[in-house]
């Protein structure tokens, strides 16, 4: 069992949440139920399926859930750029929120990939 607290990964995705947190609160209030919805759900699936992982008794187990993370995380990108498309929100924080997260997909990535490899 590792202690996901611990993890650099783990650490930037749950930052990362608060950061989609505070931008998505300046969608239009008519994507209450719709984009921001999903993209706070898509932002907090990524720290907690880290967090899960690290719980797991075996690396196999563990990159399972490392690539649940990642996929929530292109799930989010993916919902940001419609976001962006659309110039609902501040472009320059867009642009700075969707940075991040494409080191946080390179982080978790290359985790996973360290992970397939010694398994």
Known sequence: ???????TIWKRSFELVDMVYE??????????YGLTSQ???SAVSIPSNIAEASGRKTDK??????EIALGSAFE???????????????QEKLETIIS???Q?????YS???NLKARG
Do not use: C, H
């Not at 931008?23 to 209450?32: F, Q, T, V």
């Not at 940001?80 to 110039?87: E, F, G, M, P, T």
């Not at 946080?104 to 978790?108: R, S």
């Open 76 to 90: 989010l990108e993916t919902q940001l750029l419609i976001v962006q498309k659309r110039k609902m929100l501040d």
């Open 39 to 41: 993209i706070r759900r």
């Open 100 to 102: 991040e997260l494409v």
């Open 23 to 32: 931008l998505s609160k300046d969608l239009p209030s008519d994507e209450k």
């Open 111 to 113: 985790f996973y990939s």
């Open 1 to 7: 069992m590792r202690n996901f607290k611990n993890l």
């Open 61 to 66: 187990e563990f990159a399972r859930f490392l």
């Open 104 to 108: 946080i997909q390179k982080m978790i």
